[in-house]
């Protein structure tokens, strides 16, 4: 579930659309200080115009739910490497989000809407090249770990190919999306118009919606939250290191 500020600032229960979100951020103590009605008029209709999210911050938002999956990956290489029992059902699950939202729609969308403009552009074409080819290892990964992990027990065998696979997925993937993050998608914004920058925001929406429903995103975060439970990985202290103090 995500979590969402109410008006008096504490955090309740809720979902979120990624796209759009309310502005609330003009101080009450402000507002009582200067005591102008037109400033508060001003503030109303600020408070309450929509902030628009731009294709790269929503493909940047995807990589979070990638980060979160490569980290159920690797809680899982762990337990394989230390001779440690799962549910092998839960990794199949988390490999599932990755063939869904990740491959089937995330890199579908960059290999249909970002790919062809930098090529087009004769821009960024080698990195271009390189993201193909991964996008396309990737998915021969996750097909194998999904085969490997449907029975409900992991024999000597499967294990060792799992380890390997895991590895191989996550080694391949953090480089990926970080060279995307950092050169690809800053990129990106220099090389179309602003009508069409803004345009694409708006089907992107529309193709996630179209395939998951309202609140796709949402979601699969929920789903992932849900496997990192089972996994006892969803608390966010755990992974706090201890510094002696």
Not at 17 to 45: D, E, P, Q, V, Y
Not at 162 to 178: G, K, T, V
Not at 187 to 214: M, P, Q, T
């Amino acid at each position: 579930m995500i979590m969402k500020t109410n008006p008096t600032g504490t955090y309740s229960s809720g979902t979120y659309n990624r796209r759009r979100f309310i502005g609330k951020s003009i101080g009450f103590t402000l507002i009582s200080a200067i005591g102008s009605s037109a400033l508060l008029a001003a503030c109303a209709k600020e408070s309450n115009e929509e902030k628009e999210v731009s294709p790269p911050e929503d493909l940047m938002q995807e990589h979070g739910l990638l980060n979160r999956v490569l980290l159920i990956y690797d809680h899982c290489q762990a337990q394989l490497l230390s001779r440690q029992t799962f549910d092998p059902a839960l990794l199949c699950q988390d490999a599932g989000i990755i063939r869904s939202f990740v491959e089937d729609y995330h890199e579908k969308q960059e290999e249909d809407y970002l790919f062809p403009r930098f090529e087009k552009a004769n821009i960024l074409t080698e990195l271009v090249s390189t993201l193909r080819t991964q996008h396309k290892a990737g998915r021969v990964i996750t097909g194998r770990i999904m085969q490997i992990t449907r029975p409900a027990r992991l024999t000597e065998s499967d294990n060792t190919k799992l380890i390997r696979l895991l590895s191989d997925f996550s080694r391949m993937y953090r480089p990926h999306e970080a060279r995307e993050d950092t050169v690809l998608f800053p990129a990106f914004r220099r090389i179309v118009s602003k009508h069409e920058y803004d345009a694409l925001g708006e089907e992107f929406e529309k193709n996630e919606n179209k395939r998951f429903g309202e609140d796709g995103f949402e979601k699969m975060i929920a789903k992932t939250e849900d496997i990192e439970r089972s996994l006892g990985i969803y608390e966010l202290s755990r992974f706090t290191p201890s510094t002696g103090q």
